[in-house]
């Protein structure tokens, strides 16, 4: 037995991975329903690194380039890279869905809806990630597919796209997230379920009435009802008879609310989406913050926990792309400096002919000026590289 799921796991060697199912009749406030995605999220540190991940990927902006070198040039983004879905959300709402069944199941499934004229995908259509069951025909080893709860017939199997993180081999889907950390989610929304059924007084009794004498049910009943009729609705002072006494239950409350179990779970809840997520999000991890690591705080970020999703997102942008082309997500969007750091580094770009006056204007929001697509003269060294 477990405590969140009642039935033990068991699967041939190399079988797909299932979702652990508990038991629908049990109410228990410690056995948590983990079977949805969604489900997940109500472990408050689960959707703030999972919001951030999928926030960051989806927001920031997609280039799409062909050639290498000095031929590389940029070219229009293509239907597919505008409105991925068709269905008017566009792209970033497309990426956040994309990226969240990564996160949450270790996979992504989708419907080609339409190709252009040379086969390429221009409208690829989500599927809900616990809609859709995957696996190889034991006879040819080929992908089988059932969504919705319909095996896909061949001549729809082409049109099944599929993408997968945390990938083992000899297994056709990515191992999910939330199933393999069943146990520390679970952990924490049992904790805070029990503390918000201790308010409602659904936990726990509030004092005990106790008498040495040997008590029948019905006798026990009779005392009950006529103690809290003398409580209720009168200030009078309360007599017991011979033998009884009242002790009153009394529970610390950070004791009631579990609070060291659940910010225990909230950081391992946390560092199940990359190594100092916690610090990211101010859990406490039991180290020191001073200014300068919380000024390295975007770059570990960045390092650590998000780029292995934007090459990710790239080489999956890139694969729906005609050869020849491929994507870059523009990191430089995340690196928000104060305005003087900015306008140092733009001087240096300049003075040393990394970019132009238009590139630099464009990255302020300025409307380009005519003279600004002129490579700049290089000038005396700034004060910055004087002082050196």
């Not at 409602?200 to 009802?225: C, F, I, V, Y």
């Amino acid at each position: 037995m477990s405590l969140f799921f009642p039935r033990r796991e068991s699967r041939a060697p190399f079988a797909e991975p299932e979702i652990p199912r508990p038991s629908a009749v049990s109410s228990s406030f410690a056995r948590i329903n983990l079977s949805r995605s969604e489900a997940s999220l109500q472990k408050v540190a689960v959707w703030s690194a999972v919001d951030l991940v999928c926030s960051l990927v989806s927001t920031l902006p997609i280039d799409v380039y062909e050639g290498e070198g000095k031929a590389q040039r940029e070219v229009d983004r293509p239907r597919v890279l505008v409105d991925p879905a068709g269905d008017g959300y566009g792209v970033i709402d497309w990426l956040y869905q994309y990226q969240m069944s990564v996160l949450l199941r270790g996979n992504t499934y989708g419907r080609v809806a339409d190709r252009d004229r040379l086969g390429n995908p221009t409208q690829i259509v989500l599927y809900h990630p616990d809609e859709v069951q995957g696996w190889r025909d034991e006879r040819d080893g080929m992908p089988r597919w059932r969504v919705g709860g319909r095996e896909l017939t061949a001549d729809e199997l082409p049109d099944m796209w599929h993408q997968r993180a945390y990938s083992v081999a000899g297994r056709l889907l990515g191992l999910s997230p939330v199933q393999h950390h069943a146990m520390t989610i679970g952990l924490g929304l049992a904790a805070a379920r029990f503390g918000q059924q201790w308010f409602e007084d659904g936990a726990h009794p509030s004092g005990m009435l106790t008498n040495d004498a040997a008590l029948d049910q019905k006798q026990a009943r009779t005392a009950k009802d006529r103690f809290m009729a003398a409580l209720r609705g009168t200030r009078e002072p309360l007599v017991l008879g011979q033998g009884w006494k009242y002790q009153a239950i009394q529970v610390a409350a950070n004791e009631s609310q579990f609070l060291e179990t659940q910010r225990y779970t909230a950081a391992e809840c946390a560092r199940i989406y990359g190594p100092g997520m916690p610090e990211i999000l101010g859990y406490e991890t039991g180290g020191s913050m001073t200014y300068a690591n919380v000024e390295q705080r975007s770059l570990d970020l960045l390092t650590y926990a998000l780029d292995r999703w934007l090459v990710r997102a790239e080489a999956m942008f890139t694969g729906l792309l005609p050869p020849g082309q491929y994507v870059k997500l523009n990191r430089g969007a995340l690196a928000r400096t104060d305005l003087l750091t900015r306008y140092r580094a733009h001087s240096i770009a300049l003075r040393n002919r990394f970019k132009v006056v238009n590139e630099v204007r464009g990255d302020e929001d300025m409307q380009p000026v005519d003279w600004g697509d002129v490579p700049n003269e290089i000038g005396p060294p700034g004060p910055e590289e004087a002082d050196k």
